[in-house]
Nanobody, 119 residues
Framework: QVQLVESGGGLVQAGGSLRLSCVAS????????MGWFRQAPGKEREFVAA???SGSNSVKGRFTISRDNAKNTVYLQMNSLKPEDTAVYYC?????????????????WGQGTQVTVSS
């Protein structure tokens, strides 16, 4: 089990950028697959991006996911933000190495960070 703490959310104008960070506790971070999901008000949680232990990643849309194992941190770079990107963004970890889009495949979740994009 790992504890995850997200940061970097905030209010940004459409077209702007944000970089979210997620710091994980534990000494085995490098073996975990990590994912980002988001949930807008009244909507289901949806997959954004994931990255496995070797750096192989999948991304939905305009964002970039990366990780720094030395810092136990995974990042989500979000560019050209749109109002429809407004949501709470969650970091998730899979000890089994699952790096797909199915949320139950992840074992641990952060508390989320709010991203609001104004038009």
């Amino acid at each position: 089990q790992v504890q995850l703490v997200e940061s970097g959310g905030g209010l940004v104008q459409a077209g702007g950028s944000l970089r979210l960070s997620c710091v994980a506790s534990g000494r085995t971070f490098s073996s975990y697959a990590m994912g980002w999901f988001r949930q807008a008000p009244g909507k289901e949680r949806e997959f954004v991006a994931a990255i496995n232990w070797s750096g192989s990643n999948s991304v939905k849309g305009r964002f970039t996911i990366s990780r720094d194992n030395a810092k136990n941190t995974v990042y989500l770079q979000m560019n050209s933000l749109k109002p429809e990107d407004t949501a709470v963004y969650y970091c998730a970890a899979s000890g089994a190495g699952y790096s797909g889009s199915y949320s139950p495949g992840y074992d641990d979740w952060g508390q989320g960070t709010q991203v609001t994009v104004s038009s």
